[in-house]
């Protein structure tokens, strides 16, 4: 079992950019596909971003359509820790933001698909 603790939200102005991290404790995230989801009030959680592969050099990243081009998701090489580096901010990101794992081999949008989660982290976003 992996235990997830996020870090790094917090107020922004429209434009500016944010560092979300994911620590893992318990063990690495070696064999599990992390991904990124956010919530905002009232409104269903949706996938924003994942990560799959053991390799120090060789994974694969995914995408929401929108955040792709301002997101970034990426892994330390202890692979204990998973960041996703949001820029280009805007109002409509403002959100829960939560950390999600999972042993499936195929990475998903879905969050019923993931099996560890964190508690969340709140990024506001100002006009």
């Known amino acids: 079992q992996v235990q997830l603790v996020e870090s790094g939200g917090g107020l922004v102005q429209a434009g500016g950019s944010l560092r979300l991290s994911c620590a893992a404790s318990g063990r690495t995230f070696r064999n599990y596909i992390v991904g990124w989801f956010r919530q905002a009030p009232g409104q269903e959680r949706e996938f924003v971003a994942a990560i799959k592969g053991s390799g120090l050099s060789a994974y694969y990243t995914y995408y929401a359509d929108s955040v792709k081009g301002r997101f970034t998701i990426a892994r330390d090489s202890a692979r204990v820790t998973v960041y996703l580096q949001m820029s280009s901010l805007k109002p409509e990101d403002t959100a829960v933001y939560y950390c999600?794992?999972?042993?499936?081999?195929?990475?998903?949008?879905?969050?019923?698909?993931?099996?560890?989660w964190g508690q969340g982290t709140q990024v506001t976003v100002s006009s």
């Open positions: 999600a794992a999972t042993s499936q081999s195929q990475y998903s949008t879905s969050s019923t698909n993931y099996d560890y």
